[in-house]
């Protein structure tokens, strides 16, 4: 059975940046059928896709955010994670990874649990 | 601004039948997905591609799409459907970027 799961700080300062890496076990990250995701859902707010990467480093991110952010991917660790700069208030939010199936079926099938990150001094 | 409309809330009686819509340009040519998510925890997929159930996921739950329009139908809710819906796709660029709709409150009277 996947899993997935995210780590990192809960509490990140203004103007530094947000590090999250989410684990996959229980399956490969070098699967050929799949991209790995980012999304967040700040408090009381919907959901908003960050970004998402392909096991051999191919990218796509949400151009709002896309001057911010940076996801790579350790195959080794199988492992994929995300850098948020300049963080403000406005990236509080519970942070999600999922695996992402691509068409025709696209579709975000296995989630984390997320973790909350908190932006404030 | 979302590129995928939903309607903020919808309510539904006990076992009728209610359809949660989702409206955008990239829906004429790439599927919804929807995801259910209940207070305090991740969102669930419930229907992919054409009309396709994750393992674990009652029939209750289906998906259609006509035109720019995609919609996720509960055939006779029951009380534990209560739950915000979200729809995902492609954005209209047709790229790989992806965009959620503002999300849909289901409350189950």
């Known amino acids: 059975q996947l899993q997935l799961q995210e780590s990192g700080p809960g509490l990140v300062k203004p103007s530094e940046t947000l590090s999250l890496t989410c684990t996959v076990s229980g399956g490969s990250i070098s699967s050929s059928s799949y991209y790995w995701g980012w999304i967040r859902q700040p408090p009381g707010k919907g959901l908003e896709w960050i970004g998402s990467i392909y096991y051999s480093g191919s990218t796509y991110y949400n151009p709002s955010l896309k001057s911010r952010v940076t996801i790579s991917v350790d195959t080794s660790k199988n492992q994929f994670s995300l850098k948020l700069s300049s963080v403000t208030a406005a990236d509080t939010a519970v942070y999600y990874c999922?695996?992402?199936?691509?068409?025709?079926?696209?579709?975000?099938?296995?989630w984390g649990q997320g973790t909350m990150v908190t932006v404030s001094s | 601004s979302s590129e995928l409309t939903q309607d903020p809330a919808v309510s539904v009686a006990l076992g009728q039948t209610v359809r949660i819509t989702c409206q955008g340009d990239s829906l004429r040519s790439y599927y919804a997905s929807w995801y259910q998510q209940k207070p305090g925890q991740a969102p669930v997929l419930v229907i992919y591609g054409k009309n396709n159930r994750p393992s674990g996921i009652p029939d209750r739950f289906s998906g259609s799409s006509s035109g720019n329009t995609a919609s996720l139908t509960i055939t006779g809710a029951q009380a534990e459907d209560e739950a915000d819906y979200y729809c995902n796709s492609r954005d209209s660029s047709g790229n790989h970027l992806r965009v959620f709709g503002g999300g849909t409150k289901l409350t189950v009277l």
């Open positions: 999922a695996r992402e199936q691509w068409l025709p079926n696209d579709a975000f099938d296995i």
